[in-house]
């Protein structure tokens, strides 16, 4: 039968404290004056690189290889650090989506049922972010549910977009939004009421994460809900094109608005009766706005009204809180994770970032399960992040504050894992912002050190990586590799996150002297990082894991 006992190393010791580092968007590019890393002052991330190939070296953060649709499809937090902490690759959202899209699945499922029953009286709402990114959602999935709700008797539908430009090109929503239209109008001749209703920039309308801004939350509420913004246009192309125009406003940070008919009158609150699909796949950043439309008792903004509606996500945000509890997808299902493992062979866990990164390192980590595995083995700090501001103005984030509760940690000798997700080089990175990014490399460093001093006084491991690449290229390329141009002859300024490979470190003085990279997985990935960590807190991993990166030589 199963047992969560683990066994022991045949040559590694046990009860060495481990410092399991993540920088957060921090990948292996060609040294060039994109490369916010390779400007930057990072001694600390260099010298580790010197250990290569025995003590340093790259894995795959992207594709396939975390479980996403194609190579061509960029790393990210979710699908990074869900491989860290499992230690197998399993399908992702995105994955699951378009399989159940492609079947036609998604139709005979309960979620798609239930919201159906809305159809012959009530309007469709579907909300989320769009884009080609990936990342959270794909228009090309809202195409095809779009079209797959209109022919299953959908007669009134209505899309509240989130611009993005965090996962895709700054400027880019523009064109979303026309494809977008084009397929409403083509939804309109068949007869179908089809619209735009609302729409705002991802970071400051709705897709806030891990309670950071409740504020977010409820700007997108009374767009999508009770009708009302600050900016009403008759048109969603002409809504978007003219609040870029606003100085300093980028995709992501679009105010939000709402079409109005002739009368002036919102086209689409939505109302009772009516059914509504939060389409990204993605959970952390719809699970506010989920509990905002499923829970009848909520606290955090005034939602004026609360509407009965028949909701659905994309898929169910959290396993634990059910929520939704009714979804279109079923989500992955990642069990018997390594923190799982590792609390049940006494090792004990502290893990710690600042709030727009916290969830990443537990609820990720751990298969998307928010809470402890066992409160007496485990300790989560969450560092309050700054929130209302853009963090190219404070570039150093938390990153000194994480550092300090690591290391406190680490000297305490109360934790054998400390794991931290330093979030600057991909929350900065994301911004576009070059001269803030190479402060915010710099400041990851710093906290880096830290902790590896940390763990030189205690004798422990260190194991440093990141889970996907960010700030190593901040400039989109064409095909060959040349940097982009626009029209007007400026460098097209790259938001999102990259296709590059992480590098993964390993050292300190508790590190048994014949430890090295094996030679013999070229292809390694995040997800084979797992069992290596186990392997360093002493164990052997689970058959099923990804083999691990180690070998011991005799010395
Ligand atoms: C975001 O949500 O900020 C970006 O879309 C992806 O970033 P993350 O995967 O690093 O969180
Ligand atoms: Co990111």
Redesign the pocket.
Known sequence: GFSWKLNDHPKLPKGKTIAMVVL??WGEAHANQYNCIHIAETPTMDSLKKGAPEKWRLVKAHGKAVGLPTDDDMG???V?HNALGAGRIFAQGAKLVDSALETGKIYDGEGFNYIKESFATGTLHLIGLLSD?G??SRIDQLQLLLKGASVRGAKRIRVHILTDG??CLDGSSVGFVETLENDLVKLREKGIDAQIASGGGRMYVT?D?YENDWEVVKRGWDAQVLGEAPHKFKNAVEAVKKLREIPNISDQYLPPFVIVDDSGKSVGPIVDGDAVVTMNF?A??MVMLASALEYEKFDKFDRVRYPKIRYAGMLQYDGELKLPSKYLVSPPEIDRTSGEYLVHNGVRTFACSETV?FG?VTFFWNGNRSGYFSDKMEEYVEIPSDSGITFNVQPKMKALEIAEKARDAILSRKWDQVRVNLPNS??VG?TGDINATIVACKAADQAVKMILDAIEQVGGIYVVTA??G?AEDMVKRNKKGEPLLDKNGNIQILTS?TLEPVPVAIGGPGLAPGVRFRTDVPTGGLANVAATVMNLHGFEAPSDYETTLIEVVDK
């Open positions: 957060d968007g990210n937090s979710e990074g990114g990342v959270h965090r996962d897709m994460r993605r952390d950043r990164k990443h991909d929350m994301h889970d996907h960010n996150h």
